[in-house]
């Protein structure tokens, strides 16, 4: 006699099927993922969701061919009173010589555009092309512009419209560069370089984060990567290479913000984090960190509430970070934040 | 009949009892129960790992464990389920059934079995005592170098895992030589290769591949080992070292593993299809074939997992052509198991529904497998969910249900009792609503950007949904795995009398007592044909009498030995020494018990 639980769950297998199934499909929708890639905006991501929405569109119908026939067979050939015995059946030649055709040449259809589109995104672009080194660090991405003379941190500033050139390297352990809106994904290693291309198509801040395991804190190894008008690119890159302000000098700077940048020498910060435009120390530089979109690599938004957290104790939002709790006043972040807040 | 010069002591002719022989025995049949309870204790032990990583997972920006617990739960959840419960889980069913469905009375090297099953266990042990130190692996399963190396991994971490991995791979490679030379030297009178059991055939290929995989993955873990002991630099770039040769060695070895985790499956499959839909394995020998072509190409695709690092197009385009062209006989095979059930009368047993589920869930994982052959669309997924999803459909979906259809399927051989068919109903049912709920919304979540390993994620991501819904999946998974263990304590009450074939099998193991006598067969069957039993039944007008027992006077047995446990603890205090730095006192202790282990060994009465 069939056990009632198991009686009642077959029964309702099929509802709570569905009810999954409709929640899954809402939750489907990749327009609320702001890190997809089912949206691609770059033509090396096009390329990519070329590929993609191919192998998906074959396996969509081997799925439903080999699945139904499965099924098919499953309520077919069910064992009925008064069966028959079966055929004993031991094979069919012909049958495999097809069954093995067919595959082959659905395999053939996706390997061949999947041959020519690696040579094509293989090809380095020209030397029109925005060159950006980019560094990763455990646990935060660094970026330098050779051609502009700049080292930024945390977010990847690029024009949109143009080819973006990226030679990719690390200073410490293997992490992995992706950018799902514009290209995939390459991995760093600390004796080479590795490369990525792509030219945006359009314009806003999105989120990313690093994708090769590097120890305790590769969950919150975030950056952004913001796309802007070329004017706007060029602007920032001409504002970004102005030399640190120097408040103390100034009679009409707040005063909490000349305590900052006192504290900023006094405190030890300046021994890992550079304020000027180009040049790179162990962490990261914080050359205009006041008008960054986010901080504490790419993980929290930069506000002065969330800026304050972060200079108090890095260890509590990112345990094992390399930079310490400096054991700093309340006064004295405040300060800071000014001061780092000012610095745009 | 005249009795040999060789008596059989008495000790022989009765099943002896106790913990003494059970840590003596050299009987495959109670090597392979040894294998699978301590295999499903850690099984269990992975799933708790995998609870705690779901629970964590439920909420963005979740405190529940810290970044490195979570780190060394992921590394141990990898760990522990491919070494220490696919694989040991396989071992169960080739200790058991080997000898039987060949006809022999035991494998060539009965000590050398449990020697691999004692090593199995130590290592196992060892790699798990690395929580007590607050310091279990932390660097994933596949260990990248060279986050690995001494400089970024300074504490005893990683030493804990190369140990443990060292150790574990003589006991898969003792294994592997042990099944290799059983299935070539031992098989029943008459019995060619091409009519031996699917199971017997597919667990043949998983041996050589063990046998020719292993010894890289010893190279590569020495390799680490010395660079984090000795100061060498293979691994270390300031050196000179290339981390990406780590890549190259691990996987490697990390591609025919995971043929290593499947294939048995595809064998117990191959051996619960026939006997519930009543007709023989469609395809035969397109399956024995298929199975040495996967095999022989999965040594030719292991950058598969490496095209992210920037191999140039050419490596690209070679591994991803490779990758695809092995889908080609993967779905032969998938095409002859439902060839199999085509036209037969299909009996929807639980072992049959799980060998059905296996069909249903492995489609979809090689078919997302496929997605990923193809490196433009893998450089947005490789390193994301959708990985995860892809394998956990392969080696859940696929090993862990047919694995668990075996269990229903071989537990009256194994143990005289049948499994409550309803309660197993229950547990088919719930795993796989479990199962799917858990794993299917990863392909989802790894579309739309969510990285593996990471130990939260943030509010803005929108992953919370999705991820509350698997580890609801987690749950309920859990509890199936309840009724699972439920309908065993309930069924082990009723006493032993299970009859030798209750679901008219076609393999010789049915052909005996269940359990089995320790001698196995009375007199050795001598067979010509395929699906032995079947013939056999066929030709005595339909069905054979059920097996009584008899005596087994006159049939010598290996003797049990305790040395094979004093060589395994020799081989695992040796390699220990490694852990933390090099203790020499440790290492000189323990090649004197090996030493002394292996010399009693070959020198006592066999």
């Known amino acids: ?344 | 009949m005249a009795t040999t010069a060789i008596e059989q002591t008495p000790a022989h002719s009765v099943e002896a009892t106790g913990l003494w022989s059970w840590i003596t025995t050299v009987d495959h049949k109670r090597i392979g129960i040894l294998y699978g309870a301590t295999a499903f204790l850690f099984f269990l032990l992975g799933g708790i790992e995998a609870l705690v990583i779901r629970l964590q997972l439920a909420q963005p920006n979740s405190t529940l464990v810290s970044p490195d617990t979570y780190n060394q739960l992921f590394t141990m959840h990898g760990t522990t389920m491919i070494f220490l419960g696919v694989m040991p889980l396989s071992a169960m069913y080739f200790n058991f059934l080997i000898p039987l469905q060949l006809g022999a009375r035991d494998v060539a090297f009965p000590r050398l079995n449990a020697f691999s099953y004692w090593v199995f266990l130590l290592g196992g042990l060892l790699i798990n005592v690395s929580w007590l130190f607050g310091a279990a692996p932390n660097g994933g399963w596949f260990g990248y170098a060279n986050l690995t190396t001494k400089q970024f991994s300074p504490g005893m971490n990683i030493d804990f895992w190369t140990v443990g991995l060292q150790i574990l791979g003589v006991a898969s490679l003792a294994a592997a030589v042990n099944f290799f030379v059983t299935t070539v030297n031992l098989r029943a009178p008459g019995m060619k290769m091409m009519q031996m059991p699917m199971f017997v055939w597919m667990s043949f290929i998983t041996q050589i591949l063990l046998l020719l995989s292993f010894p890289i993955i010893t190279v590569a873990l020495v390799l680490l080992m010395i660079d984090r002991t000795f100061g060498t630099h293979f691994f270390v770039p300031s050196g000179g070292g290339d981390p990406i040769l780590w890549q190259h060695l691990f996987w490697l070895f990390g591609h025919p593993e995971v043929y290593i985790l499947i294939l048995p499956s595809f064998g117990i499959v191959s051996e619960i299809l026939p006997v519930f839909s009543r007709k023989p394995l469609f395809g035969y020998a397109a399956m024995v074939f298929s199975g040495v072509f996967i095999a022989f190409v999965g040594f030719g695709v292991w950058a598969h997992h490496m095209f992210a690092t920037g191999m140039g197009p050419f490596a690209d385009a070679f591994f991803s052509l490779a990758t695809m062209i092995i889908a080609i006989p993967t779905g032969v095979k998938i095409f002859n198991w439902i060839g199999t059930m085509w036209g037969g009368r299909i009996e929807f047993k639980t072992a049959m529904l799980f060998a059905i589920g296996f069909l249903g869930m492995f489609i979809m994982g090689g078919l997302s497998g496929v997605m990923h052959a193809s490196p433009p669309a893998d450089l947005q997924q490789t390193d994301t969910y959708f990985i995860v999803a892809h394998f956990h459909y392969v080696l859940f979906g696929g090993a862990i249900f047919a694995l668990t259809g075996g269990a229903y399927y071989w537990w009256p051989k194994m143990f005289g009792r049948m499994l409550d068919e309803s309660l197993g109903k229950v547990h088919f049912w719930l795993m796989m609503i479990g199962f799917n709920l858990t794993f299917f919304p990863m392909h989802i979540l790894g579309l739309n950007g969510m990285p593996r390993r990471v130990y939260t994620y943030s509010e803005e991501s929108n992953f919370k949904l999705l991820n509350q819904l698997e580890t609801l999946g987690s749950l309920i998974l859990a509890v199936s795995f309840l009724v699972f263990m439920y309908n065993i304590w309930k069924t082990w009450r009723i006493k032993a009398t299970a009859p030798a074939d209750p679901w008219n099998g076609a393999t010789l193991e049915w052909s005996i007592p269940s359990p089995p006598q320790v001698f196995n067969f009375p007199a050795l069957p001598q067979v010509s044909t395929r699906d032995a039993l079947w013939e056999m039944k066929r030709a005595a007008g339909g069905s054979v009498p059920e097996p009584q027992r008899v005596s087994g006077k006159g049939i010598h047995m290996p003797n049990p030995s305790f040395y094979p446990l004093v060589a395994a603890i020799g081989v695992t205090v040796t390699l220990g020494g490694f852990i933390g730095g090099s203790h020499l006192p440790v290492h000189i202790a323990g090649v004197a018990i090996l030493l002394f282990g292996v010399y009693s060994w070959a020198f006592e009465p066999a």
């Open chain 1, 1 to 344: 006699m069939s056990h009632p639980t198991g009686r009642r769950l077959a029964h309702w297998a099929p509802a709570l099927t569905l009810a999954a199934l409709v929640l899954l499909v809402a939750a489907c929708s990749p327009d609320q993922y702001p890190q997809t890639t089912l949206r691609p905006r770059a033509d090396y991501a096009r390329d990519a969701d070329a590929i993609f929405r191919l192998t998906l569109g074959w396996a969509t119908v081997v799925f439903v061919l080999v699945e139904g026939a499965l099924l098919f067979a499953l309520y077919r050939f069910r064992n009925r009173p008064g069966a028959a015995d079966p055929v004993q059946s031991h094979g069919n030649t012909t049958l495999e010589i097809v069954w093995t055709i067919i595959p082959a040449f659905i395999l053939a259809m996706i390997a061949v555009p999947t041959v020519r589109t690696i040579f094509k995104t293989a090809t380095k672009p020209g030397p029109e092309a925005l060159q950006v080194e980019v560094i990763g660090h455990q646990w935060w991405w660094e970026f330098r512009y050779p051609q502009l003379g700049i080292t930024t941190a945390g977010e990847l500033m690029v024009p949109s419209g143009r080819t973006v050139n990226l030679e990719m390297t690390t200073g410490d352990v293997l992490h992995s560069f992706w950018l799902p809106q514009f290209a995939g994904k390459r991995d760093v290693f600390p004796n080479r370089y590795n490369n990525l291309w792509f030219k945006a198509e359009v314009e806003g801040n999105f989120p990313a984060q690093c994708v090769e395991f590097c120890g305790i804190q590769h969950g919150r190894m975030a950056y952004r990567i913001v796309s802007m008008k070329p004017e706007a690119f060029d602007a920032w890159a001409a504002n970004f290479n102005q030399p640190p302000r120097d408040f103390s000098a100034d009679t009409a700077a707040n005063p909490l913000v000349k305590q900052g940048q006192a504290l900023f020498q006094a405190k030890g910060c300046v021994g890992c984090h550079s304020l000027y435009p180009a040049l790179p120390l162990i962490g990261p530089n914080l050359h205009h960190v006041g008008s960054r979109s986010h901080i504490a690599a790419g993980t929290l938004e930069n506000t002065d509430e969330n800026l304050a957290k972060w200079i108090q104790n890095p260890q509590a939002w990112k345990e094992g970070v390399l930079m310490p709790n400096l054991g700093l006043k309340d006064d004295e972040v405040h300060a800071l934040v000014a001061y780092l807040r000012a610095n745009q």
